[in-house]
């Protein structure tokens, strides 16, 4: 039987849901694709694999799609990780870099700085690593685990997942599990008990990544919410139905 080619992020956020599958049975039935959030959303586009940890900004752009496990990447509160970073206020931000990692996020900044903080900055796309552009009136998105390493750098931190919830009463889901293509239910019921099972192991993730930079037990437990549940399938149409709606925002993700 061929194995299910499965797109993941290794970021910390994705973690205890990698914990649950690697510990699992599951494991033997995928063929797991390490990479980058934006590159897995085109690798599932061009039918290159057949589910992946996708931004979900990438759902407008599939000819059919499927939401597979009741697991996801999201938040209820702050999440630390995906933030607008600047030295300055917000309102003086002149251009924003935008972080080539994910789409979601840009996509997400986009929408923010339109009708949230009402600012019209020039937004340049990155390719390389490109904080230390950071400065004076240049801010820049940044997710993932290199976020929580600029949390340290920067004065001023707007957390994207806080702002959209103060713009919309509304959870964010950043990353979910997407299929371009059915999947045996049997598969995906075992897929969705390990994610659940990679969560009851907290303790164990953040003993298996040491890390300084910040506190993994209150990032897992606070800042990161993997559930996916009505409220946040509620967020997560709102984000799309802005993205249907408007043709920059297609064009954005498009590019």
Not at 199 to 223: F, G, M, Q, R, S
């Amino acid at each position: 039987m061929n194995k299910i080619k499965v797109g993941i992020v290794n970021y910390l956020n994705t973690k205890p849901l990698l914990y649950g599958i690697e510990h699992s049975p599951v494991i033997h039935a995928i063929e797991p694709v390490p990479e980058y959030p934006a590159k897995i959303a085109r690798m599932l586009l061009n039918d290159e694999i057949d589910m992946g940890l996708v931004p979900v900004a990438v759902i407008p752009r599939m000819k059919q799609y499927f939401i597979n496990t009741n697991y996801c990447i999201g938040c209820t509160q702050p999440v630390a990780s995906v933030c607008l970073f600047s030295d300055v206020p917000v309102e003086e931000i002149t251009e924003v870099l935008m972080d080539y990692q994910s789409r979601t996020s840009v996509t997400l900044a986009r929408i923010l700085m339109r009708d949230y903080w009402k600012i019209n900055p020039t937004l340049t796309n990155t390719q390389d690593d490109y904080r230390p552009r950071i400065k004076g009136t240049t801010a820049g998105v940044v997710i993932g685990d290199r976020a929580l390493e600029q949390r340290k750098k920067s004065r001023y931190i707007y957390d994207l997942g806080e702002a959209w919830m103060a713009h919309t009463g509304l959870p964010f889901v950043f990353a979910a599990w997407v299929s371009n293509k059915p999947l045996p239910e049997d598969f995906i019921a075992a897929f969705d008990e390990a994610n659940r099972k990679g969560l009851e192991h907290i303790d164990e993730v953040v003993a298996e990544n040491p890390y300084d930079v910040y506190d993994l037990h209150e990032y897992y437990t606070k800042n990161i919410s993997y559930e996916l549940d009505d409220q946040k399938r509620a967020g997560l149409e709102k984000f799309l139905s802005l993205i249907r709606e408007d043709e920059l925002l297609k064009a954005s993700i498009a590019q």
